[in-house]
């Protein structure tokens, strides 16, 4: 049983800035990998970025340089500078690798709703 829920989307202009925040919830022990994907109109859902428990980070090559992902054990960020209209998208957070006790894991990935960023004049 794992909640994750984000806030922070909304309207920013070309240039300007979005934090984005989420938080999983429940029975957790840990969470090895929490990350931000996205999807466009009319495209398919991409990995923005991620970051491992140890702190390593992974990040699409289109954000690399203006977004910026931190975590706090189950609660993860997403500082997004510089926007651009293409960063326009439906943002997801995502928990996964969650373990309900030190050497257990559940059976699946966990998302979050999806918050919307547009990013226009």
């Known amino acids: 049983q794992v909640q994750v829920m984000e806030s922070g989307g909304g309207l920013v202009q070309p240039g300007g800035s979005l934090r984005l925040s989420c938080a999983a919830s429940?029975?957790?022990?840990?969470?090895?990998?929490m990350g931000w994907y996205r999807q466009a109109p009319g495209k398919e859902r991409e990995l923005v970025a991620t970051i491992s428990v140890g702190g390593s980070t992974n990040y699409a090559d289109s954000v690399k340089g203006r977004f910026t992902i931190t975590r706090d054990g189950a609660k993860v960020d997403l500082q997004m500078n510089s926007l651009k209209p293409e960063d326009t998208a439906v943002y997801y957070c995502n928990a996964d690798r969650i373990r309900y006790s030190p050497v257990t894991y559940y059976g699946r990935t966990y998302w979050g709703q999806g918050t919307q960023v547009t990013v226009s004049l």
């Open positions: 429940g029975r957790i022990f840990s969470v090895d990998v």
